[in-house]
């Protein structure tokens, strides 16, 4: 099988921290820590991977850490083609507290890159797209990309007929619509505020109220630009617009350890059941399975 092509211009180390009972304002002492290579598209290359897909991630590397991150790939069956640069990689950092079942997340915003890296990293994609079998566009845009760095990557897909998945929001997300990608998957918060306006909904709500409102967005998108809709609400149900209607597909609910990841693992396993040949309302049970075991472990499985 030709690889699916993960671009991820936000690359970072993800450094977790278990705590039997995490005290706040409190020294917190453990000794189960342990540093993984992570961002959205490299966790969607991860978990292709261990579905039996091959997966290449495409990104921008610097900084003194360079060779760490590509050997923590390496050890995690992780290919990496990347721009060089000298901006390094930042570190995102989770608290896991046993006790209470909770993860806390302290985040470093990516840092700002040079303007030149647009050209890089768009002349790598134009090369490995070549032979791929399709395209996960996730993330946030670092500053210093050009604008159309992600509406000029999703239009080169869409020229190839590649199945083409964007994890993103905004107006990144709206600038891609025109090039007709396969799939969108916000979660609700990030659908409701770049396509409703609404910056007040919150990511563990079930927000039931706005389905009608969705629906009717969705089916919009659908007619104008052949654009399905993936939506996830965190531990809720996970609402799909399949071409036809704005179908639901349950949750399950389960204890949870560490979130980290787990919208990146329904996107990439619902890929890799889109390209087995699996109907989009049964890959996205298969991600939301898959995610939901993802939730149960400490480490980025």
């Known amino acids: 099988m030709l690889p699916v092509i993960c671009v991820c211009l936000s690359a970072t180390f993800q450094y977790t921290i278990v705590f039997d009972e995490l005290k706040m304002n409190e020294v917190n002492r453990t000794d189960v820590h342990f540093v993984s290579p992570s961002g959205k598209g490299v966790n969607a290359a991860r978990i292709l991977g261990s579905e039996g897909c091959p997966a290449r991630v495409v990104t921008h590397l610097g900084g003194p850490r360079t060779k760490e991150f590509l050997s923590l790939c390496r050890r995690d069956g992780i290919d990496v083609v990347y721009a060089p640069t000298d901006v390094p990689i930042r570190t995102s950092t989770t608290l896991v507290d046993k006790k209470t079942g909770t993860s806390t997340e302290l985040l470093e915003e990516t840092y700002e890159v040079p303007q030149s890296l647009t050209d890089a990293v768009q002349n790598i994609f134009r090369e490995e797209i070549r032979q791929c079998s399709a395209v996960v566009i996730s993330g946030s845009r670092p500053s210093g990309y050009r604008d159309d760095v992600y509406s000029k990557m999703a239009e080169m897909a869409s020229r190839q007929g590649l199945l083409t998945i964007l994890d993103m ?80 597909v349950r949750n399950i609910d389960v204890p949870v350890i560490n979130t980290i990841g787990c919208g990146d693992t329904l996107t990439a396993c619902m890929t890799a059941s889109l390209l087995r040949g699996s109907s989009l309302l049964d890959a996205v049970s298969h991600g939301m399975e898959k995610a939901t075991e993802r939730a149960s472990h400490v480490e980025l499985i």
């Not at 929001?169 to 409703?196: H, M, Y």
């Not at 089916?219 to 052949?226: E, T």
């Open 169 to 248: 929001k905004g107006r990144d997300l709206v600038a891609c619509l025109e090039s007709r990608p396969s799939i969108i998957k916000p979660n609700l918060q990030e659908f409701a505020e770049t396509f409703l306006g609404n910056s007040s909904v919150l990511e563990n709500e079930p927000n039931e109220e706005l389905l009608p409102v969705v629906r009717e967005k969705a089916a919009d998108i659908y007619r104008r630009f052949g654009t399905k809709c993936v939506i996830t609400r965190g531990r809720f149900d996970t609402w799909v617009y399949d071409g036809e209607d704005l179908q639901i």
